[in-house]
C-alpha cells in the first residue's frame, strides 16, 4: 500500500479521492456535480489565461478533476499518459 502511494506522481489516488501532483495532494468534493463543476471552471478558467489573475495552468488541472468522472476524458488522459511514458523510455533507451 505504501509502495503504490511512493509510485504514483500524477493522477487521482481512486481510494483517498485526492489530487496527486508529485508529492502535492487536494482533497476532492465527495459530490460528483461539485467535482464537474470545478473541472468546468478550471478549463474555462484556463481558456481565458491571457489574463492577469487566470492561466493555461488550470486548463489541464480541470481536466485531470474532470476525467475522475467522464469516461471520455479518462481515456485521453490515460492515452496521454502512455504516449508520455514511451516517449521518456525512448529518451531513457538512447
Known amino acids: 500500500m505504501t509502495a503504490r502511494k ?3 506522481h500524477f493522477g487521482i489516488d481512486p481510494r483517498t479521492r485526492e489530487i496527486v501532483i508529485g508529492s502535492f495532494r487536494m482533497k476532492l468534493p465527495e459530490s460528483r456535480w461539485s467535482r464537474t463543476a470545478i473541472g468546468v471552471l478550471l478549463v ?7 489574463l ?9 488541472l480541470g481536466l485531470l478533476v474532470l476525467s475522475h468522472d467522464s469516461p471520455y476524458v479518462r481515456r485521453q488522459r490515460r492515452r496521454l499518459a502512455v504516449w ?3 516517449r521518456k523510455a525512448r529518451r531513457n533507451a538512447r
Not at 474555462?44 to 491571457?50: D, I, V
Not at 492577469?52 to 489541464?60: A, E, K, N, S
Open 6 to 8: 511512493t509510485n504514483m
Open 44 to 50: 474555462c478558467g484556463g481558456l481565458l489565461g491571457f
Open 52 to 60: 492577469p489573475v487566470l492561466g493555461f495552468w488550470m486548463v489541464p
Open 84 to 86: 508520455w511514458a514511451t
